[in-house]
């Protein structure tokens, strides 16, 4: 298994804490820094936070980064989103298996703002 490792002396017991080493997936390179010579808004993996701003990432400026960046290119940002979706899923689900977010809470964060498409038909009310 490919990990890091590192040990941590707690009394009289060692223990071993293994640090996921990040997959070869999309490399998140995009947003740009904007403007230019400003921290980008991009992800400190494998916590997924933002190294300019500390929000858990994409935060709002990364978002409206995007958008922009990607404007004319809606599909490709579906596909880096998703590519990144699937990236943190595996980071954040490694590093805490039990209480993490939820992959759905993952969607909505990574993939459902984007240009994700949604059912032209919605689905039935409940009676
Ligand atoms: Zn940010």
């Known amino acids: ?17 293994r640090f996921p080493i990040p997959r070869l997936g999309p490399y998140p390179d995009r947003p740009r820094a ?8 991009l992800p400190i993996r494998p916590l997924w936070m933002c190294r300019a701003c500390g929000r858990p990432w994409p935060c709002a400026e990364a978002r409206l ?12 940002l579906a596909i880096y989103l998703s590519g990144l ?7 954040l689900f490694r590093l ?18 984007g240009p994700y498409r949604r059912g032209i038909v919605a689905p039935p009310a409940e009676n």
């Open 1 to 17: 298994m490919a990990c890091q490792r590192r040990s941590l002396v707690t009394g009289h017991e060692q223990h071993i804490v």
């Open 34 to 41: 904007y403007p230019p010579g400003q921290p980008p808004h």
């Open 65 to 76: 980064l995007l958008r922009v960046e990607y404007d004319s290119n809606p599909i490709d």
């Open 85 to 91: 979706y699937h990236e943190a899923t595996h980071d």
């Open 96 to 113: 805490n298996p039990h209480d993490g977010p939820t992959p759905r809470d993952l969607f909505e964060r990574f993939v459902a703002w």
